[in-house]
């Protein structure tokens, strides 16, 4: 259950976002709920929810509406919670402190390099991607989320920079041990169904990247394999690729969301390979755990088909 507080006109400051309240947990002395403003007229959706506000002036009143949202065909990246260590914290430390003071944001990088959150040598939050929508930069290590059409690749990561930067400025930097935070990738198709892998934990001082493991299910996929489960003998992929295409390869993903195989595909080809099987190894060509795994077909540098396997030796 998410409980959302609504305080009328409060003292803001000029030109404020448009985000949303929402409350999140964190370690140390800081349990802030993470509170923001809807000006009127103004809309703000929360995807990882399904849900949107929309603040509405009538007859000299406000009127809060909360309505249902359903994304179509689209990605949604949820970094909900931070983890910081607690001993970063000391009592003589905590009546300065704020949930603005030690910042962890999500960012966005695109196969073809378009960038989606804070630009620290600016200080503006840039989206570079088209069709995409953000919460925008929320102070205070969460929670922040970017929503993606389905087509596009990219991988996903947390930056500490200003935590850093605000640990230093305190002296107390020498005392990090590690900063991470939880994130989740959340597909919805083109009935609106939902999807989502489980809590993905990434170090935010390394920027550790994660790429969602499927695309948005369609009807039919270009890309098939067989046979499945894959067993000793391996697998082949049979793939259909655009007229036109100029480039093509192959991506698998664990459960985890990482890609653990990539291969370039022959784009007059249709089959990979080209004779006999894969025998299914990671990049350093390791053989890949039994499980389940996640195959992607990227042509021109867009997704445009998946499918699913399950290695059973």
């Known amino acids: 259950v998410v409980v959302y507080q609504v305080i009328e006109n409060p003292s803001l400051p000029e030109e404020q976002e448009c985000v949303y309240p929402i409350p999140y947990d964190r370690l140390g002395p800081i349990n802030d709920p ?42 949604v990246v949820s ?40 630009n620290y040598s600016t200080g503006v939050y840039e989206n570079e991607i088209e069709g995409a929508t953000t919460s ?20 996903a990561y947390l930056d500490a920079s200003p935590a850093l ?10 005392d990090i041990g590690g900063l991470s935070g939880r994130i989740r990738f959340i597909d919805f198709d083109d009935e609106g169904h939902r999807t989502e892998t489980d809590p993905i934990e990434l170090d935010a001082i390394s920027r550790e990247t994660a790429s969602p493991p499927t695309t948005v299910p369609s009807s039919s996929s270009p890309v098939t394999h067989g046979p499945n489960p894959v067993t000793g003998t391996g697998t082949s992929f049979f793939y259909t690729l655009p007229d036109g295409t100029s ?30 099987t894969w025998n299914p ?6 053989p890949l755990a039994n499980g389940p795994y996640v195959y992607v077909l990227i042509a021109n540098g867009k997704v445009i088909g998946q499918g699913k396997m399950v290695i059973q030796r």
């Open 165 to 174: 930067d605000w640990a230093g400025e305190l002296g107390i930097l020498g």
């Open 136 to 155: 925008g930069d929320m102070p205070g290590g969460g929670p922040e989320w970017i929503e993606l059409p389905s087509d596009v690749l990219f991988r």
């Open 247 to 276: 480039t093509a390869r192959l991506m698998i993903f664990n459960v985890a969301g990482r890609p653990v195989f990539e291969t370039p595909l022959d784009a007059d080809s249709t089959r990979f390979p080209s004779a006999g």
């Open 79 to 118: 970094f909900f919670r931070s983890t910081i260590p607690a001993l970063l914290f000391p009592p003589t430390l905590a009546p300065v402190l704020t949930s603005t003071d030690f910042d962890i944001d999500l960012h966005i990088v695109s196969n073809n390099g378009q960038h989606i959150g804070m």
């Open 34 to 75: 993470n509170t923001a403003t809807l000006l009127p007229g103004s809309t703000c959706k929360r995807p990882a929810e399904e849900v949107q506000f929309k603040l509405q002036e009538r007859a000299g009143r406000l009127y809060l509406e909360i309505a249902d949202y359903t994304p179509i065909r689209k990605r």
């Open 281 to 286: 190894v990671n990049q350093d060509g390791i």
